[in-house]
């Protein structure tokens, strides 16, 4: 019933106002202090008006579920959570009782541990770009996998259906190990699905573009039911046997994290369809290499208000707390602030066309302004549609300089608190794409199909600046010897190692932390080698901290090792025990050592989610790990030195 409520309220000019609330009382600012020793998490926040009582709930970053830690008084203003652990990282729900459900979310960490592998990502190119972006292209794989992505590219022509691109990605996905993003660049196939109108006007009701179709891999998908064709855009006409899809909800939740930079039909932009991707691409690659001079601030331009509580800039007050801090949010004109003010996060809101928005601008403000915010939300009538010819939410993307992302945030709401600790949008997508009720208030269009990311899903909140002059020393005697220049950030805690046999996948790490400038690879099997260095520093947020990994460079070189082929024989198999174990892993080396050894615990799609280094051992020693912040799941473990490896399977419970 709710639904069909709001479903009449369309997204007019005016602004609604209940009383004298504002779009800011439907959201709970927090604020975050932690404690190494002992660990400790503190949340803060200011009293709401008109609140009775206050819950937080927590659970852990993959959780489906919140657990109820408290209930506070009207009165109470923060909360300590003193049950946590260096290393890891919490998501917490403060929600309030009372005149206004307000809401705030945040996922908070004390040195939260390092991201080594991302996944794999599926990149299609429309072939139109192939060649006129050949250099942007390749740049942007590099940054990709130098930021911990595995990579499968497809270039596929403009021309094709949606049936044969999802083919392709249904086969990357039963084929390839850790398949959990997909980026589409340029005008490959737009899939249409549904008889819906998301921002309430009966004359926008039919099939809406999504690429949800593409990231939905075990739904449904039909063509047989929906048939209206009483939309004022002919696009949005939807008949059986037409190619449109039938569901206007995701017939299950989505499994990739999915974003499209496409600049098809912009004509307002008066430059070709390569130059604004080109311009893109080079921004994004300034952006991830920590070359842009950004302001962590956020901006909001709210010109709808409250509007009968759906309040839709709450978007901004929840979420951006978390990710710049609540003191670094200004309530300014957006388009007039980010042509001189360079912003980490904008969002804007008001009674939207296709090619506007009121109180923001329209598609042709982009052509020659700069929009300075990196990562914009815009909500308004129409635009959402985004396949629209000069449609006013990719317009952002085309500006000079910098805007990387823009989704249509309000209907239903989006939660982006996972950027605070080193996550990507693209992760947040999906995380708003799949909420119901998990998080609130979801809002009217939760689940529906037309939620989407315009731009880049790989991009986070913040990089390091990589290093440069790599250099690798190929010796027969010595195997591979790494060297580089220092990264030019400041605060650096070391570098990290990776080795791979492909240009493109399998990267694991190799070394410890390194506070110097050069490694020495002596152990492996001769052939060539991809290599990859990433700096090292950990990040202070408004969340807590967290190990973030900068943009690794990747150089390669034919190796011989002093050993060759390391010995892999039972002569130098540990003994595991317990196997299933839950809390400490016991090995016993089965074979002394007298160089460093390595262990490495990999799942089952190779993320290395352990690694550490053993000066020396011998053969009847007792090494203990802690484990018990290990998921449960099946691992293999890869115990290694100079005189020898071996790997076994070993079960977490």
């Given at each position: 019933m709710l639904r069909r409520i709001l479903g009449l309220f369309f997204l007019g000019i005016a602004s609604t106002s209940l009383s004298a609330q504002t779009t800011a009382d439907y959201a709970i600012p927090i604020t975050v202090q932690t404690q190494s020793s002992p660990p400790k998490i503190l949340l803060q926040w200011k009293p709401r008006t008109g609140a009775t009582s206050y819950t937080v709930s927590r659970k852990a970053k993959s959780g489906t579920s919140f657990t109820l830690l408290a209930t506070l008084g009207a009165n109470d203003s923060s909360y300590t959570d003193a049950s946590v652990s260096l290393d890891s990282c919490y998501e917490y729900a403060v929600l309030?009782?009372?005149?206004?459900?307000?809401?705030?979310?945040?996922?908070?960490?004390?040195?939260?541990?390092?991201?080594?592998?991302?996944?794999?990502?599926?990149?299609?190119?429309?072939?139109?770009?192939?060649?006129?972006?050949?250099?942007?292209?390749?740049?942007?794989?590099?940054?990709?996998?130098?930021?911990?992505?595995?990579?499968?590219?497809?270039?596929?022509?403009?021309?094709?259906?949606?049936?044969?691109?999802?083919?392709?990605?249904?086969?990357?996905?039963?084929?390839?190990?850790?398949?959990?993003?997909?980026?589409?660049l340029g005008h490959i196939a737009v899939p249409y699905s549904g008889d819906l109108n998301p921002d309430g006007h009966p004359d926008h009701r039919g099939a809406w573009p999504t690429d949800n179709y593409y990231s939905d891999l075990n739904g449904n998908w039909t063509d047989a039911i929906v048939n209206d064709v009483t939309a004022s855009r002919s696009q949005n006409d939807n008949i059986p046997g037409d190619g449109k899809w039938d569901p206007s909800f995701l017939p299950t939740d989505v499994e990739l994290q999915t974003g499209r930079v496409d600049f098809a039909n912009m004509p307002s932009m008066h430059r070709s369809e390569w130059t604004l991707m080109r311009n893109y691409l080079y921004k994004a690659h300034a952006y991830k290499t920590?070359?842009?001079?950004?302001?962590r601030k956020a901006l909001v331009d709210d010109n709808f208000g409250v509007f009968y509580g759906e309040a839709f800039a709450a978007n901004a007050w929840r979420n951006f707390p978390v990710l710049v801090g609540k003191d670094n949010i200004v309530a300014a004109d957006m388009m007039?602030?980010?042509?001189?003010?360079?912003?980490?996060?904008?969002?804007?809101?008001?009674?939207?066309?296709?090619?506007?928005?009121?109180?923001?601008?329209?598609?042709?403000?982009?052509?020659?302004?700069?929009?300075?915010?990196?990562?914009?939300?815009?909500?308004?009538?129409?635009?959402?549609?985004?396949?629209?010819?000069?449609?006013?939410?990719?317009?952002?993307?085309?500006?000079?300089?910098p805007a990387l992302v823009n989704a249509w945030a309000g209907r239903p709401n989006w939660f982006i608190q996972a950027m605070g600790l080193g996550e990507s949008i693209g992760y947040c997508a999906r995380i708003t794409q799949n909420n119901t009720s998990l998080y609130s208030p979801a809002n009217y269009g939760a689940h529906w199909i037309h939620v989407g990311l315009m731009g880049d899903p790989s991009l986070r909140d913040e990089y390091i600046k990589p290093?440069?002059?790599?250099?690798?020393?190929?010796?027969?005697?010595?195997g591979a010897a790494l060297s580089w220049t220092a990264s030019a950030d400041t605060g650096l805690q070391g570098y990290y190692i990776y080795r791979s046999d492909s240009a493109w996948r399998d990267y694991q790490l190799i070394s410890s932390l390194i506070s110097g400038n050069n490694f020495l690879d002596t152990t492996g099997i001769n052939g060539e080698k991809y290599y990859l260095i990433r700096p090292v520093k950990l990040q202070?947020?408004?969340?807590?901290?967290?190990?973030?990994?900068?943009?690794?460079?990747?150089?390669?070189?034919?190796?011989?090792?002093?050993?060759?082929?390391?010995?892999?024989?039972?002569?130098f198999a540990p003994k595991l025990y317990p196997n299933p174990a839950t809390t400490t892993l016991n090995i016993i080396p089965g074979a002394s050592s007298n160089t460093p050894v390595k262990l490495t615990i990999?799942?089952?799609?190779?993320?290395?989610?352990?690694?550490?280094?053993?000066?020396?051992?011998?053969?009847?020693?007792?090494?203990?790990?802690?484990?018990?912040?290990?998921?449960?799941?099946?691992?293999?473990l890869e115990w290694g030195s100079s005189q020898g490896c071996n790997t076994q399977k070993w079960t977490k419970w």
């Open positions: 309030n009782a009372g005149t206004i459900a307000a809401s705030g979310y945040v996922l908070a960490g004390i040195h939260a541990a390092p991201l080594h592998h991302r996944g794999t990502l599926i990149l299609l190119v429309d072939s139109t770009f192939t060649d006129s972006c050949r250099a942007e292209l390749t740049q942007l794989m590099n940054d990709l996998r130098g930021d911990g992505w595995d990579l499968i590219r497809h270039d596929l022509s403009r021309s094709a259906k949606d049936t044969f691109v999802k083919s392709i990605i249904l086969n990357d996905y039963a084929t390839r190990s850790g398949v959990n993003a997909l980026f589409i920590h070359s842009l001079p950004i302001r007039s602030t980010l042509k001189d003010s360079a912003y980490q996060w904008a969002y804007g809101c008001g009674g939207g066309t296709y090619t506007s928005a009121g109180g923001i601008g329209k598609t042709s403000d982009y052509d020659s302004t700069p929009v300075k915010g990196i990562f914009m939300m815009t909500f308004g009538s129409y635009f959402g549609d985004w396949d629209a010819t000069d449609n006013f939410l990719r317009a952002p993307l085309c500006a000079p300089e290093v440069t002059g790599v250099r690798i020393t190929a010796d027969s005697l010595a202070t947020t408004p969340s807590g901290s967290y190990v973030n990994l900068g943009l690794g460079i990747m150089d390669s070189a034919f190796v011989s090792y002093p050993t060759g082929i390391p010995n892999i024989s039972t002569a990999m799942d089952v799609s190779g993320r290395i989610v352990l690694y550490k280094e053993v000066p020396s051992s011998q053969a009847t020693q007792v090494i203990r790990v802690d484990v018990s912040r290990i998921p449960v799941g099946n691992y293999l």
